[in-house]
T-cell receptor, first 111, second 117 residues
Framework: LAKTTQPISMDSYEGQEVNITCSHN???????ITWYQQFPSQGPRFIIQ???TKVTNEVASLFIPADRKSSTLSLPRVSLSDTAVYYC????????????FGTGTRLQVTL | KAGVTQTPRYLIKTRGQQVTLSCSPI?????VSWYQQTPGQGLQFLFE???????NKGNFPGRFSGRQFSNSRSEMNVSTLELGDSALYLC????????????????FGQGTRLTVV
């Protein structure tokens, strides 16, 4: 499975847009890029998944450049409740059942 | 529909004892995976079950085992508990064969917080 690298922590003020970039230089042709969010003492929660270009849902956008060696999770207008750890994962079909988590990015949102 | 249910939520055991944790997946999901989360090691994959068979296993000692029943519910067992087994144990369920192709998301339960004293 492709190894991912993301910042250990980030700080933001409420109402700002937050962009978390993940590097995955060894991503394979069949790999998807998936982001999970985890609050303390809870299980991770799926945020968004993409293969190329841009994907948007009701909570976030995912930007993937043409070479797919990196991706950026964009959280519009964050609130205090977005304070959590965000994990970037890459994997091919069928890997949802055996996820490999890295260290994640701890996002702290303050007033 | 109901999410992934893990029981119990909290558990305190003493060293040397054994423990059994339970997980009920989302209805229709036949794959159940288990993860261990500790401050030092992060989230680590333990094993995965599908149709009552263990399909994948992480790098954990044989004291960690599991099983899956015909209704897809799963249990994991840890024997001869050690202090280092104190962790949040998470269960996740997923579709194995996504209708749209590609990968699918895993749905996690709230976890069982195990404390070994």
């Amino acid at each position: 499975l492709a190894k991912t690298t993301q910042p250990i922590s980030m700080d933001s003020y409420e109402g700002q847009e937050v962009n978390i970039t993940c590097s995955h230089n060894n991503i394979a042709t069949n790999d998807y890029i998936t982001w999970y969010q985890q609050f303390p003492s809870q299980g991770p929660r799926f945020i968004i998944q993409g293969y190329k270009t841009k994907v948007t849902n009701e909570v976030a956008s995912l930007f993937i450049p043409a070479d797919r060696k990196s991706s950026t999770l964009s959280l519009p207008r964050v609130s205090l409740s977005d304070t959590a750890v965000y994990y970037c994962l890459v994997g091919g079909a069928g890997t949802a059942s055996k996820l490999t988590f890295g260290t994640g990015t701890r996002l702290q949102v303050t007033l | 529909k109901a999410g992934v249910t893990q029981t119990p939520r909290y558990l305190i055991k003493t060293r040397g004892q054994q423990v059994t944790l339970s997980c009920s997946p989302i209805s229709g999901h036949r794959s159940v995976s288990w993860y261990q989360q500790t401050p030092g090691q992060g989230l680590q994959f333990l094993f995965e079950y599908f149709s009552e068979t263990q399909r994948n296993k992480g790098n954990f000692p044989g004291r960690f085992s599991g099983r899956q029943f015909s209704n897809s519910r799963s249990e994991m067992n840890v024997s001869t508990l050690e202090l280092g087994d104190s962790a949040l144990y998470l269960c996740a369920s997923s579709l194995v064969f996504p209708p749209s192709g590609g990968d699918t998301e895993a749905f996690f339960g709230q976890g069982t917080r195990l404390t070994v004293v």
